[in-house]
């Protein structure tokens, strides 16, 4: 296998490829594509056999088996450029899926016989697994196979086969053992030539008006015994298999990426002025929107691939990527259709026999949309429904076999694991729910106790370089504990006090009291708010020069932290303009503080500066690099709130689905309601989202440019925001009256949940965030 270990090697394979491209699509195939007409056949085939001569066949297959043997990352840049070129898009399942599945159940003979074929078009593969009276419920066909010495007889019926009247053989799932007592045994699975006698082939005309599924009949269809894959009787397991491999293909990830593309494009020109039509406030959101799905769904999908290559079943992950890459493509569709409008009415005959119209009916053949939308409606219902999906999903959650209850230790290095466990078994012996109420309500929501144990953990360090004598940590390395502290809604402010001022300090370089004021808060455990007003141009404290020193006069509101605070780091605008910060103690001078508990019972303060004088010393950074200290500080401060919601959402969920598992109503649990199982897997499905955006902008910290690193931060902080306000609202309604109530949990985490959205951006300002970022990297 090949492994490119830089990025030049990288992107040297990609510009292969793209050339290879670029020059390789037949021009009539091009212009079909380009036209928005539907794939024939014959185009499918030419595709797959120039592919072939290149060697590009099949870029998952290994070598021996005649494919390019390339890496992963290899394989993602190949089918980013494919579905960015003009080239026919069609389910080739024999490549994705059965081909694969012979490779690991099938015997040296099946390999050689029939993966060739695959490979050159030769043979085009179906696969047979749904049936008239069963549906999704695989395990209850009735399609049968008797054996009668050296071959099985097959009879019954499959149907919705897609591409199935182009099919030469089908891979089958039959029942070989009418007796077994599981409907789940007793399966087997052949592979059926389709021109064999006793086989015939109704097609099905589709929505769009094209031939897309048929209908398979058996009658007393003899197949070779050697046509076996794997062991007799037990092919549920290999059926899984595939299951699991085709839910991962059928997500059409690089899909979703290339048709956003398409949207843009389709938008340009389309507005009353000429412009884009994304121009409008209103449509770039819903692109927005669609764009952070998209990098959620991407940011998924290669891990769950490692995952099957390393020979696990990922069957949950499987099951998510495709509910969400299958909702997020449909979507985008019909983004299409609404900026396009009545363009996309009028029909073209010819384009579903892949030719395009001499006299198009709409520039850029654009009323040929809707052969593709009304395609892809049916993408939610082939490799398993989205109903069935979400089935599977729910049976994991209610049987609690998700990291909603499982330990979640995956993908955390040694030294984070160790600091994981250790918070964790400290907030377990010192911060239950009531010990957290006491906090709140006699003690001004500040425990100095557990201030110091978690300052002896080295918490107040975590970022700070070694040479200061912190722990030298990095932002992922943030991410597990905030998520930890989100989960017990801690209320002592780490992240206000110790994380963010720390984080301001690091890069204020000509600050005279750095040392001193970096060793306060890791060997210490001083504590030290920002004053500043996050998203306002408008600041409403100014700075005067004052002698050798300033004079600074106004007032801040909503000092998170503030109410414990030893010291302020405080922004102003000086007499020149711009922005300075400023050091000083809560107790100087002209500072009056009015301290308060939040909502969610974290504590703030408001400040008055009334004339407060401080020496030249106290000025950390002048309107030269305050900005961006600044711009630092909050963007790693956001992406920690981000964890912390993370946390707090993990937790409303497991209490919810507890409380389900235990609630009766009408004398059934109300975990038993499909419906209200299946909101709950929403709300999991968005958790997991958040927390992989989360994730991934935390990764990418110290690589990514300075905009796509705001837009990773901002898509992180909507979804969160969004995901959050969700879980925090309708774990209040599953649970009933009683999750209003004070005395119970969930009434605090929906209270953290919602007023974490409100902070540093809510959703609605991450969006617009995140749209201008996008337009700053253009």
């Given at each position: ?21 670029q ?69 080739n ?9 012979i490779?690991r159940?099938?015997?040296p ?58 099919a ?7 029942r070989?053992d ?11 699975v ?38 076996l ?9 290999v ?19 290339a ?6 494009a ?57 509910l969400q ?40 053949h ?33 049987s ?17 694991a160790?600091?994981?466990d ?12 009531d ?38 940590g ?10 930890a ?56 404290t ?77 000025l950390?950074?002048g ?74 902008a ?21 979804m ?27 009434s ?31």
């Amino acid at each position: 296998m090949s492994h490119f270990s830089s990025t030049a090697d990288l992107d040297a394979f990609r510009c292969e490829v793209r050339a290879f491209l670029q020059t390789a699509v037949p021009e009539d195939i091009r212009r079909s594509v380009q036209s928005h007409c539907l794939v024939t056949r014959d185009q499918a085939m030419r595709w797959q056999r120039i592919l072939h001569e290149r060697g590009w066949a099949a870029a998952g297959w290994p070598v021996e088996h005649g494919g390019t043997g390339w890496s992963l990352v290899q394989q993602a840049i190949f089918r980013e450029e494919m579905a960015a070129c003009p080239a026919p898009r069609y389910e080739n399942l024999g490549i994705d899926t059965i081909g694969p599945t012979i490779m690991r159940h099938g015997t040296p003979e099946q390999k050689s016989r029939f993966l060739p074929r695959m490979l050159s078009f030769e043979d085009y593969w179906a696969q047979g697994y749904s049936e008239p009276d069963a549906g999704s419920d695989l395990a209850s066909l009735r399609t049968v196979a008797r054996r009668e010495g050296d071959h099985f007889v097959v009879s019954g019926t499959k149907i919705w086969q897609s591409y199935g009247h182009w099919a030469d053989w089908a891979l089958v799932l039959v029942r070989s053992d009418a007796g077994a007592t599981r409907k789940q045994d007793g399966i087997s699975v052949l592979l059926i030539d389709l021109k064999a006698p006793g086989v015939s082939i109704r097609p099905i005309r589709f929505i769009n008006g094209a031939t897309f599924h048929v209908q398979m009949f058996f009658d007393e269809v003899r197949v070779p015994v050697e046509n076996l894959v794997g062991q007799e009787h037990a092919g549920w397991s290999v059926a899984k298999g595939l299951l699991v491999t085709e839910r991962l293909f059928v997500a059409r990830v690089a899909e979703c990426r290339a048709a956003l593309r398409e949207t843009v494009a389709l938008a340009q020109g389309s507005a009353p002025d000429g412009g884009s039509l994304l121009a409008q406030d209103v449509h770039a959101r819903r692109l927005a929107e669609l764009d952070i799905r998209t990098r959620a769904l991407e940011a998924a999908w290669w891990p769950t691939i490692r995952a099957v290559e390393d020979g696990q079943e990922p069957a949950l992950e499987a099951s998510l990527i495709k509910l969400q890459g299958n909702e997020v493509l449909q979507d985008v569709h019909q983004l299409q259709l609404d900026l396009l409008g009545t363009q996309t009415l009028a029909f073209d005959p010819e384009a579903i026999l892949g030719t395009p119209c001499a006299s198009p009916l709409a520039a850029g053949h654009v009323n040929n949309l809707p052969l593709h939308v009304w395609r892809y409606r049916g993408i939610t219902l082939g490799g398993g429904t989205s109903e069935v999906q979400r089935g599977i999903v729910a049976k994991a959650i209610f049987s609690g076999q998700t990291e909603l209850e499982q330990p979640m230790v995956a993908g955390l290095s040694d030294q984070q694991a160790m600091l994981d466990d250790g918070l964790r078994r400290l907030l377990a012996d010192r911060y239950d729910f009531d010990q957290r109420r006491a906090i709140i309500d006699t003690r001004n929501s500040f425990d100095d106790s557990v201030w110091t144990a978690l300052a002896d953990m080295g918490l107040t360090g975590l970022l700070a370089p070694e040479r200061d004598g912190g722990f030298g940590g990095q932002p992922i390395d943030l991410m597990p504990v905030m998520e930890a502290l989100g989960e017990s809604l801690v209320v002592e402010p780490l992240l206000w006090n110790a994380w963010l001022p720390t984080q301001l300090l690091l890069h204020a370089s000509d600050f005279a009291g750095r040392g001193a004021a970096l060793t306060a808060l890791v060997e210490e455990g001083a504590r030290t708010a920002l004053a500043h007003e996050e998203g306002s141009r408008d600041f409403a404290t100014t700075a005067f020069r004052d002698g050798e020193g300033w004079r600074l006069v106004g007032a801040k509101r909503l000092v998170l932290g503030g109410d414990c605070a030893q010291r302020l780091i405080i922004s102003a605008r000086p007499e020149g303009g711009g922005m300075a910060l400023f050091d000083c103690g809560v107790d100087w001078p002209g500072v009056i503080p009015r301290r308060y508990t939040l909502h969610d019972g974290r504590g703030a303060a408001d400040f008055r500066f009334e004339s407060l004088w401080l020496p030249a010393s106290a000025l950390v950074a002048g309107p030269e690099r305050a900005g961006a200290i600044l711009e630092e500080a909050l963007a790693l401060a956001t992406l920690a709130l981000c964890a912390d919601s993370v946390g707090a959402m993990r937790r409303a969920l497991a209490l919810t689905v507890e409380y389900m598992r235990t609630r009766k109503q009408f004398g059934r649990s109300l975990a038993d309601y499909q419906a209200l199982q299946h909101r709950v897997v929403e709300h999991f499905r968005r958790w997991v989202d958040a927390r992989t955006l989360m994730r991934e902008a935390a990764v990418g910290w110290p690589s990514a440019s300075p905009a796509e690193r705001a837009q990773r931060i901002a898509a992180a902080k909507w979804m969160a925001g969004r995901a959050g306000r969700a879980i925090a609202l309708d774990s209040l309604q599953l649970h009933g009256a009683i999750g209003l109530q004070d005395e119970t949990a969930v009434s605090h985490y929906a209270k953290r949940l919602v007023s974490n959205d409100m902070l540093l951006g809510d959703s609605t300002q991450q969006l617009a965030r995140f749209i201008a970022a996008g337009q700053q990297a253009l």
